[in-house]
Protein backbone atom coordinates (compact mmCIF):
# COMPACT_ATOMS: atom_id res chain seq x y z
CA UNK A 1 0.00 0.00 0.00
CA UNK A 2 1.51 3.67 -0.68
CA UNK A 3 1.95 6.84 1.69
CA UNK A 4 -1.59 7.78 1.37
CA UNK A 5 -2.86 4.36 1.79
CA UNK A 6 -1.47 3.87 4.92
CA UNK A 7 -2.09 7.35 6.01
CA UNK A 8 -6.06 7.24 5.96
CA UNK A 9 -5.92 3.42 7.16
CA UNK A 10 -4.02 5.00 10.03
CA UNK A 11 -6.11 7.77 10.36
CA UNK A 12 -9.30 5.40 9.98
CA UNK A 13 -7.77 3.06 13.25
CA UNK A 14 -7.07 6.14 15.45
CA UNK A 15 -10.95 7.11 14.68
CA UNK A 16 -11.90 3.54 15.44
CA UNK A 17 -10.01 3.58 18.46
CA UNK A 18 -11.19 6.51 19.81
CA UNK A 19 -14.62 4.55 19.69
CA UNK A 20 -13.42 1.49 21.10
CA UNK A 21 -11.92 3.75 23.90
CA UNK A 22 -15.84 4.59 24.48
CA UNK A 23 -16.46 1.53 25.63
CA UNK A 24 -14.20 0.87 28.23
CA UNK A 25 -12.94 1.82 31.68
CA UNK A 26 -9.98 1.32 33.78
CA UNK A 27 -11.65 -1.30 35.98
CA UNK A 28 -11.69 -3.35 32.37
CA UNK A 29 -8.11 -3.34 32.43
CA UNK A 30 -7.68 -3.85 35.85
CA UNK A 31 -9.32 -7.23 36.05
CA UNK A 32 -6.90 -8.12 32.98
CA UNK A 33 -3.60 -8.43 35.53
CA UNK A 34 -5.74 -8.81 38.63
CA UNK A 35 -6.05 -12.32 36.80
CA UNK A 36 -3.08 -12.55 34.64
CA UNK A 37 -3.89 -15.93 33.70
CA UNK A 38 -5.55 -14.63 30.18
CA UNK A 39 -2.50 -11.83 29.05
CA UNK A 40 0.57 -15.04 30.35
CA UNK A 41 -1.55 -17.57 27.16
CA UNK A 42 -2.28 -14.80 24.97
CA UNK A 43 1.18 -14.07 25.39
CA UNK A 44 2.31 -17.43 24.99
CA UNK A 45 0.67 -17.80 22.08
CA UNK A 46 1.96 -14.55 20.36
CA UNK A 47 5.68 -14.87 21.55
CA UNK A 48 6.39 -18.34 21.17
CA UNK A 49 3.81 -20.65 19.61
CA UNK A 50 3.20 -18.36 16.66
CA UNK A 51 7.46 -18.22 15.63
CA UNK A 52 6.84 -21.90 15.77
CA UNK A 53 4.14 -22.47 13.56
CA UNK A 54 5.67 -20.17 11.27
CA UNK A 55 8.81 -22.32 11.56
CA UNK A 56 7.61 -25.38 11.25
CA UNK A 57 5.35 -24.46 7.80
CA UNK A 58 8.66 -23.21 6.12
CA UNK A 59 10.48 -26.93 6.83
CA UNK A 60 6.87 -28.50 5.69
CA UNK A 61 6.13 -26.36 2.49
CA UNK A 62 8.28 -26.36 -0.49
CA UNK A 63 8.76 -22.38 -0.91
CA UNK A 64 10.89 -20.42 -3.04
CA UNK A 65 13.13 -18.40 -0.57
CA UNK A 66 11.55 -15.33 -0.47
CA UNK A 67 7.79 -16.76 0.35
CA UNK A 68 9.56 -18.34 3.59
CA UNK A 69 11.35 -15.35 4.77
CA UNK A 70 8.11 -13.43 4.38
CA UNK A 71 6.67 -16.19 6.54
CA UNK A 72 9.35 -15.79 9.38
CA UNK A 73 9.00 -11.83 9.09
CA UNK A 74 5.14 -12.75 9.78
CA UNK A 75 5.62 -14.83 12.37
CA UNK A 76 7.56 -12.77 14.68
CA UNK A 77 5.52 -9.81 13.69
CA UNK A 78 2.89 -8.58 17.14
CA UNK A 79 -1.05 -8.64 16.15
CA UNK A 80 -1.62 -4.54 15.96
CA UNK A 81 -4.24 -2.47 15.70
CA UNK A 82 -5.95 -4.54 13.31
CA UNK A 83 -6.48 -6.95 16.05
CA UNK A 84 -7.72 -4.61 18.05
CA UNK A 85 -10.37 -3.67 15.84
CA UNK A 86 -11.57 -7.20 14.72
CA UNK A 87 -11.69 -8.28 18.66
CA UNK A 88 -13.92 -5.31 19.19
CA UNK A 89 -16.29 -5.94 16.28
CA UNK A 90 -16.06 -9.57 17.39
CA UNK A 91 -17.17 -8.91 20.84
CA UNK A 92 -14.18 -10.20 22.50
CA UNK A 93 -12.50 -9.11 25.42
CA UNK A 94 -11.34 -5.84 23.99
CA UNK A 95 -8.97 -4.86 27.53
CA UNK A 96 -7.35 -7.90 26.85
CA UNK A 97 -6.69 -7.20 23.08
CA UNK A 98 -5.56 -3.97 23.98
CA UNK A 99 -3.20 -5.15 26.64
CA UNK A 100 -1.85 -7.97 24.56
CA UNK A 101 -1.42 -6.06 21.65
CA UNK A 102 1.08 -3.35 23.40
CA UNK A 103 2.94 -5.74 25.57
CA UNK A 104 3.95 -8.06 22.91
CA UNK A 105 4.99 -4.85 20.70
CA UNK A 106 7.18 -3.70 23.19
CA UNK A 107 8.62 -7.22 23.81
CA UNK A 108 9.15 -7.90 20.01
CA UNK A 109 11.03 -5.03 19.28
CA UNK A 110 13.77 -7.32 20.78
CA UNK A 111 12.16 -10.75 19.74
CA UNK A 112 11.97 -9.60 16.11
CA UNK A 113 15.66 -9.38 15.09
CA UNK A 114 16.45 -12.84 16.62
CA UNK A 115 13.40 -14.70 15.11
CA UNK A 116 13.96 -12.95 11.28
CA UNK A 117 17.92 -13.31 11.97
CA UNK A 118 16.83 -16.70 12.45
CA UNK A 119 15.13 -17.42 9.51
CA UNK A 120 17.37 -16.21 7.30
CA UNK A 121 20.23 -18.00 8.48
CA UNK A 122 18.17 -21.04 8.09
CA UNK A 123 16.34 -20.33 4.69
CA UNK A 124 19.71 -18.40 3.08
CA UNK A 125 22.33 -20.14 4.86
CA UNK A 126 24.43 -16.82 5.81
CA UNK A 127 24.08 -14.90 8.60
CA UNK A 128 22.25 -11.53 8.27
CA UNK A 129 22.13 -8.80 10.83
CA UNK A 130 18.88 -6.13 11.39
CA UNK A 131 17.96 -3.70 13.50
CA UNK A 132 14.41 -2.73 14.35
CA UNK A 133 13.57 1.39 14.92
CA UNK A 134 12.45 1.03 18.03
CA UNK A 135 11.45 4.37 18.82
CA UNK A 136 9.47 4.32 15.75
CA UNK A 137 7.29 0.90 16.83
CA UNK A 138 6.55 2.69 19.99
CA UNK A 139 5.39 5.51 18.43
CA UNK A 140 3.18 3.54 15.96
CA UNK A 141 1.19 1.73 19.11
CA UNK A 142 1.01 4.87 21.02
CA UNK A 143 -0.10 6.96 18.44
CA UNK A 144 -2.82 4.54 16.58
CA UNK A 145 -3.69 2.29 19.72
CA UNK A 146 -2.63 3.62 23.31
CA UNK A 147 -3.60 7.34 22.65
CA UNK A 148 -7.22 7.56 21.04
CA UNK A 149 -8.25 5.05 23.62
CA UNK A 150 -7.26 6.43 26.46
CA UNK A 151 -9.15 10.06 25.02
CA UNK A 152 -12.09 7.75 24.44
CA UNK A 153 -11.85 5.94 27.97
CA UNK A 154 -11.59 9.85 29.27
CA UNK A 155 -14.36 11.15 27.54
CA UNK A 156 -16.60 8.43 29.04
CA UNK A 157 -15.12 8.99 32.11
CA UNK A 158 -16.53 13.08 31.91
CA UNK A 159 -18.99 12.72 30.08
CA UNK A 160 -20.73 9.01 30.62
CA UNK A 161 -23.88 9.75 28.78
CA UNK A 162 -22.74 11.09 26.02
CA UNK A 163 -19.83 8.39 25.36
CA UNK A 164 -23.38 5.83 26.24
CA UNK A 165 -24.82 6.67 23.05
CA UNK A 166 -22.25 7.14 21.10
CA UNK A 167 -20.89 3.64 21.51
CA UNK A 168 -23.38 1.71 19.11
CA UNK A 169 -23.41 4.40 16.59
CA UNK A 170 -19.49 3.71 16.16
CA UNK A 171 -19.12 0.19 16.60
CA UNK A 172 -21.62 -0.12 13.23
CA UNK A 173 -19.40 2.43 11.77
CA UNK A 174 -16.07 0.47 12.57
CA UNK A 175 -18.17 -2.83 11.00
CA UNK A 176 -19.04 -0.65 8.25
CA UNK A 177 -15.44 0.33 7.64
CA UNK A 178 -14.09 -3.41 8.15
CA UNK A 179 -16.00 -4.48 4.96
CA UNK A 180 -14.28 -1.30 2.85
CA UNK A 181 -11.22 -2.07 3.79
CA UNK A 182 -11.49 -5.61 3.12
CA UNK A 183 -12.74 -4.30 -0.44
CA UNK A 184 -10.56 -1.49 -1.21
CA UNK A 185 -7.35 -3.95 0.10
CA UNK A 186 -8.47 -6.79 -2.28
CA UNK A 187 -8.85 -4.30 -4.87
CA UNK A 188 -5.73 -2.61 -4.62
CA UNK A 189 -3.48 -5.65 -4.18
CA UNK A 190 -5.59 -7.88 -6.29
CA UNK A 191 -2.44 -7.78 -9.17
CA UNK A 192 -0.04 -9.13 -6.11
CA UNK A 193 -3.04 -11.54 -5.17
CA UNK A 194 -3.23 -12.88 -8.00
CA UNK A 195 0.86 -13.10 -9.35
CA UNK A 196 1.36 -14.91 -5.88
CA UNK A 197 -1.27 -16.79 -4.63
CA UNK A 198 0.13 -20.22 -5.88
CA UNK A 199 3.13 -19.49 -4.29
CA UNK A 200 1.89 -18.07 -1.18
CA UNK A 201 -1.79 -18.38 -0.68
CA UNK A 202 -1.78 -21.77 0.76
CA UNK A 203 0.92 -21.38 3.36
CA UNK A 204 -0.23 -17.82 4.28
CA UNK A 205 -3.74 -19.14 4.85
CA UNK A 206 -2.30 -22.41 6.67
CA UNK A 207 -0.11 -19.55 8.94
CA UNK A 208 -3.49 -18.12 9.56
CA UNK A 209 -5.86 -20.72 10.51
CA UNK A 210 -3.22 -22.73 12.83
CA UNK A 211 -2.83 -19.40 15.04
CA UNK A 212 -6.12 -18.87 15.06
CA UNK A 213 -7.04 -22.69 15.91
CA UNK A 214 -3.64 -22.46 18.31
CA UNK A 215 -5.25 -19.33 20.21
CA UNK A 216 -8.78 -20.30 21.20
CA UNK A 217 -7.51 -24.34 22.20
CA UNK A 218 -5.19 -23.02 24.42
CA UNK A 219 -8.01 -20.71 25.69
CA UNK A 220 -10.74 -24.01 25.93
CA UNK A 221 -8.22 -26.14 27.59
CA UNK A 222 -7.30 -23.77 30.40
CA UNK A 223 -11.02 -22.99 30.61
CA UNK A 224 -10.94 -19.25 29.62
CA UNK A 225 -14.54 -17.02 28.87
CA UNK A 226 -15.68 -16.79 25.80
CA UNK A 227 -14.45 -13.45 25.21
CA UNK A 228 -10.73 -13.83 26.57
CA UNK A 229 -11.26 -16.99 24.23
CA UNK A 230 -12.26 -14.56 21.15
CA UNK A 231 -9.48 -11.99 22.43
CA UNK A 232 -6.64 -14.97 22.15
CA UNK A 233 -8.00 -16.38 18.88
CA UNK A 234 -7.75 -13.29 17.00
CA UNK A 235 -4.42 -11.34 19.02
CA UNK A 236 -2.47 -14.67 17.51
CA UNK A 237 -3.92 -15.10 14.16
CA UNK A 238 -4.19 -11.63 12.84
CA UNK A 239 -0.28 -10.01 12.37
CA UNK A 240 0.48 -6.47 11.74
CA UNK A 241 1.19 -6.95 8.04
CA UNK A 242 1.95 -3.61 7.72
CA UNK A 243 5.27 -4.04 10.14
CA UNK A 244 6.11 -7.04 8.11
CA UNK A 245 6.31 -4.91 4.78
CA UNK A 246 7.94 -2.08 6.39
CA UNK A 247 10.50 -4.81 7.83
CA UNK A 248 10.69 -6.35 4.31
CA UNK A 249 11.37 -3.68 2.19
CA UNK A 250 12.97 -1.21 4.60
CA UNK A 251 15.07 -2.61 7.07
CA UNK A 252 15.80 -6.05 4.66
CA UNK A 253 15.76 -3.88 1.60
CA UNK A 254 14.00 -6.40 -0.28
CA UNK A 255 10.55 -5.79 -1.54
CA UNK A 256 9.70 -9.78 -2.74
CA UNK A 257 10.20 -10.35 1.08
CA UNK A 258 6.86 -8.65 1.53
CA UNK A 259 4.88 -10.97 -0.70
CA UNK A 260 3.89 -13.03 1.83
CA UNK A 261 2.70 -10.36 3.97
CA UNK A 262 0.64 -8.72 1.54
CA UNK A 263 -1.42 -11.76 0.82
CA UNK A 264 -1.51 -13.04 4.02
CA UNK A 265 -2.63 -9.07 5.18
CA UNK A 266 -5.66 -10.26 2.52
CA UNK A 267 -6.74 -13.05 4.03
CA UNK A 268 -6.49 -12.76 7.20
CA UNK A 269 -9.63 -10.06 6.96
CA UNK A 270 -11.81 -12.81 5.20
CA UNK A 271 -11.13 -15.50 8.08
CA UNK A 272 -11.46 -12.40 10.41
CA UNK A 273 -14.60 -11.99 8.73
CA UNK A 274 -15.92 -15.57 9.31
CA UNK A 275 -14.65 -15.52 13.00
CA UNK A 276 -16.63 -12.16 14.11
CA UNK A 277 -19.79 -13.88 12.43
CA UNK A 278 -18.82 -16.87 14.72
CA UNK A 279 -18.30 -15.49 17.73
CA UNK A 280 -21.28 -13.09 17.33
CA UNK A 281 -23.50 -16.41 16.94
CA UNK A 282 -21.77 -18.17 20.01
CA UNK A 283 -22.02 -15.03 22.17
CA UNK A 284 -25.21 -14.78 21.57
CA UNK A 285 -25.97 -18.28 22.64
CA UNK A 286 -24.86 -18.16 26.02
CA UNK A 287 -26.78 -14.52 26.64
Not at 18 to 41: H, Y
Not at 215 to 238: A, C, D, M, N, V
Request: aromatic content about 8%; overall charge positive; glycine content about 8%.
Amino acid sequence: MDNLSNLILALSLIVIMFGMGLSLSTKDFIQVFVRPKAILLGLLCQLVLLPLIGFALITVFTLPPEIAIGIVILAACPGGPTSNLITHLANGDTALSVSLTAISSLITLISIPFIINLGLQLVLGEGTSIQLNVFQTIAQVCCIVILPIALGMFLKYKKPRFAKKAEGPVKKASGIFFVLVLIAIIYKERATLIANLEAAGLVSLTLNILTMATGYLIGYLFQLPLKQRISITIEGGIQNGTLAISIATLLLNNSTYAISAAVYGTLMFLTAGVFIYWSNRQLKKIT
